[in-house]
């Protein structure tokens, strides 16, 4: 086609912004429009185009594209990812993934306890109307394979195939930004390889797999969804590492292609599972390793009690959650701290400078026939509506492909229940009770868990107590923004005014947690020190920054409770690349002599400070005992039996 030329150009659209339920196909339109094949002049490309539609978030934050995992179609398009001053014929390859974006990728939907809907970041009012406007212009995002007709980036030219994302059209015009594009160098494999094993899919496994989990030979991997784009190839790079894997998946042909196309050593449906923790039990009965999560919910919840010591969990979606109106809550997160499970979001989007090395990788196992790769195609842009509803309804067998034209154009061969708390009755005063357990908790959990900077925001809860007080400390001394949280003034006073934490706050005081957060940390906490669990966990969550780390000490509020609550918002973890790792401190017991060589100092020189809450005789260790759970005592709860 010639440049500059005016051609009609069919998109799928939203006909109105839809609700947080899976879309129908009658709320998606065909319809054609004009335009010119051409790069306007001067444009260049520094924002993708779906950054354009942040106001439809409240539309569906039924799969966000930003979670690495959510359902993606493949629309065969001819079509570049969402940056490039290029265009895109789609006559040729045109493949294209829905990947339902309608929410950006700043935009998440979170809940309070009362189960009210707020939309962080990108916050919109009058969303709906916003909304319908957007909806109503700009066909459906996803990933896909293009052609470019016509560049306005030097890194591009005319003829070259490229893949990323693009939306449900025939022809676009997007904005390129840096590693959101790929060129592909390698046409011997087939195209449409491009949209998953590849493209976005198959990075996003290699990534979650091997720079997340950090797994090794032998270990054993569970893969949840694992007949979907990026589980099936999880699986196989287990395999060809010496992991033993089992997958998850909701059909008997689903299962089936599991073990035998995919090579997985087990299978099971979960739908005929009642007790999803016993049938883990069943294929695990020494415990999990290593867990790719695409799901969430139930999943997650029996996944956590059946983790070994030292599991690794990489967060890459939760589907089942998306099209809910509130997220289920997950009840075992005490596991984390148990059995010392590090668990770890991720969006593929940081990791695509490793690309290079994911090829160097896959390619020959390719050619060598040692992975294989299984595709769903639906022909015709036409039915692109019915493969996208199809997914949540988990209809689609592998990558869901759309080919928008028949061009065949090459041929291949083929995270509880164990730790309830330490209540420590002291026989006698110690010089420096700072030292024991609480010391070392605090320093474990501080600097080798959370890996402070200087600089960087701090949240402690329960941060009176006797970990909290010196983690406060420590993390003034490094030069941190402070806030801590306590149950009454008296021990917000001791904290600003004796542990010199930059704020504090009495959170029974506090109608909505999310707020009170927001308050403290307008810029979001970068370290959260989590003592206490629940709602608070909650409210931290869709206040952490971006790559924050939380550290799993305790979670008071839930041990006296008959089921823990459930925590709603661990999407969190994925769209803002969090890490939450729970841990025990005999496992660092090995790091005293330095602990020691750190904390005296401070104590000698006056520049940490400690607070114990003492109790005279053996008689009043009931009482005290019962205070620690309503938060009676102020710091360290310590019955003295004896003097000397």
């Not at 997220?327 to 593929?348: Q, T």
């Not at 008296?490 to 308050?519: P, Q, S, T």
């Not at 931290?540 to 550290?551: D, F, K, P, S, T």
Request: charged share 25%; with cysteine.
């Amino acid at each position: 086609m010639a440049e500059g030329e005016q051609v009609k150009n069919k998109q799928i659209i939203f006909k109105d912004y839809v609700g947080g339920v899976p879309p129908k196909e009658s709320d998606m339109v065909l319809q054609t429009v004009t335009m010119t094949l051409k790069v306007p002049q001067g444009v260049k490309g520094v924002v993708t185009s779906t950054c354009h539609v942040i106001p439809t978030c409240e539309l569906a934050c039924v799969s966000c594209k930003g979670a690495t995992s959510s359902p993606l179609l493949v629309v065969r398009k001819i079509k570049v990812a969402a940056n490039a001053n290029i265009i895109i014929e789609t006559k040729k390859i045109r493949k294209v993934t829905p990947s339902i974006n309608l929410c950006g990728r700043d935009c998440l939907k979170s809940f309070n306890r009362k189960g009210d809907v707020r939309i962080e970041r990108n916050v919109i009012t009058n969303v709906k109307a916003n909304v319908r406007e957007s909806v109503m212009q700009k066909p459906i995002v996803g990933f896909g394979v293009a052609k470019v007709l016509h560049s306005g980036d030097p890194n591009f030219k005319e003829g070259d195939l490229v893949w990323g994302m693009t939306g449900w059209e025939e022809y676009s015009l997007i904005i390129t930004t840096t590693e959101t594009l790929f060129k592909i160098e390698h046409t011997d494999v087939p195209l449409s390889y491009y949209t998953g094993l590849l493209g976005m899919p198959g990075i996003t496994a290699y990534v979650g797999f091997y720079e997340i989990c950090d797994p090794k030979k032998g270990e054993k991997v569970f893969i949840s969804a694992a007949s979907g784009a990026v589980g099936q190839i999880v699986g196989q790079f287990a395999k060809l590492l010496g992991c033993y894997v089992v997958g998850s998946a909701g059909t008997k042909e689903k299962v089936d292609l599991l073990k035998n196309k995919f090579g997985f050593d087990e299978a099971f449906n979960y739908k005929e599972e009642k007790d999803l923790s016993a049938a883990l039990k069943r294929y695990f009965p020494d415990g999990i390793d290593v867990y790719f999560e695409n799901v969430g919910g139930v999943m997650l919840d029996a996944v956590l009690v059946n983790m070994r010591l030292r599991g690794r969990i990489a967060f890459c979606g939760l589907i089942s959650q998306y099209n809910r109106e509130k997220p289920e809550g997950i009840h075992n997160l005490n596991c984390l701290i148990a059995k010392r499970v590090r668990a770890e979001g991720f969006l593929v989007l940081d990791y695509y400078h490793r690309y290079p090395k994911f090829l160097d990788m896959v390619l020959p196992y390719i050619k060598q026939g040692k992975i294989s790769y299984v595709e769903d195609i639906a022909e015709g842009l036409e039915s692109a509506p019915a493969a996208l509803v199809g997914l949540f309804s988990g209809r689609n067998v592998g990558k869901q492909v759309i080919d928008i034209y028949q061009v065949h154009l090459f041929d291949m061969g083929t995270f509880l229940g164990l730790m309830v708390g330490i209540i420590s009755v002291v026989l006698l005063f110690l010089e420096f009770p700072m030292t024991c357990m609480p010391g070392m908790t605090a320093y474990a959990g501080f600097y080798e868990i959370c890996s402070p900077k200087k600089g960087e925001s701090v949240f402690v809860s329960a941060a009176s107590g006797a970990v909290g007080q010196l983690v406060g400390q420590f993390a003034k001394l490094l030069g941190c923004y402070v806030v801590g949280s306590a149950g009454t003034k008296e021990k917000v006073d001791l904290l600003k005014n004796k542990f010199g934490f930059d704020e504090a706050f009495n959170y029974k005081e506090e109608k909505d947690l999310d707020a009170a957060l927001k308050r403290y940390f307008p810029n979001g906490i970068d370290i959260y020190f989590e003592n206490v669990g629940g709602e608070m966990l909650d409210a931290v969550l869709v206040n952490m920054r971006l790559r924050g780390r939380i550290a799993v000490c305790g979670l008071i509020s839930q041990y006296n409770l008959e089921k823990p609550e459930g925590v709603h918002n661990l999407f969190c973890l994925i769209t803002k690349r969090v890490r939450m790792e729970g841990f025990l401190v005999f496992d660092y017991y090995h790091l005293y002599p330095k602990f020691l060589e750190t904390v005296l100092p401070y104590i000698k020189e006056g520049k940490i400070s400690y607070v114990e809450d003492i109790a005279e005789g053996l008689e009043s260790a009931p009482a005290a005992l019962v205070g620690l759970f309503s938060g009676r005592n102020v710091g360290k709860q310590v019955v003295v039996v004896a003097k000397e």
